[in-house]
């Protein structure tokens, strides 16, 4: 899947938008700015896990969304493990670097 930075930043925008109606459905106590400083800051294995709970409204369905969500938030928001790039610049960087 071969994005441009453009393309990652747009799709970024629409990955926001999704935590923002998905916290609004699930009556989440969590913001966007949650989410964002779990991501940056991970440390453990299981710090997805925290962002996937901060959806957990017991209704299977939402789950099921919020796993999707927060994954597509953890591979296009930034980590500082990455030097403050997320997943996908790093990708796109390495594309780059590589002529692909």
């Known amino acids: ?5 453009e ?6 925008k629409e990955v926001e938008n999704d ?5 609004k ?12 400083d779990v991501i940056y ?3 453990e294995t299981d ?17 099921s969304n919020a796993v999707e969500v927060s994954t597509d938030a953890w591979n296009y928001f930034p980590h500082k493990l990455l030097n403050g790039l997320s997943p ?9 670097k590589n002529g692909k």
Do not use: C, W
Request: glycine share 2%; aromatic share 8%; no cysteine.
């Open 1 to 5: 899947m071969h994005q441009t930075k």
């Open 25 to 36: 459905v699930t009556k989440s106590v969590f913001t966007l700015d949650h989410v964002r």
């Open 88 to 96: 996908a610049e790093i990708l796109f960087e390495h594309e780059q």
């Open 47 to 63: 710090d997805m896990q925290k962002v996937i709970a901060m959806f957990d409204d017991g209704n299977p369905e939402n789950l």
């Open 19 to 23: 935590i923002r109606e998905l916290l």
């Open 7 to 12: 393309e990652i930043i747009e799709y970024k």
């Open 41 to 43: 800051h991970e440390e």
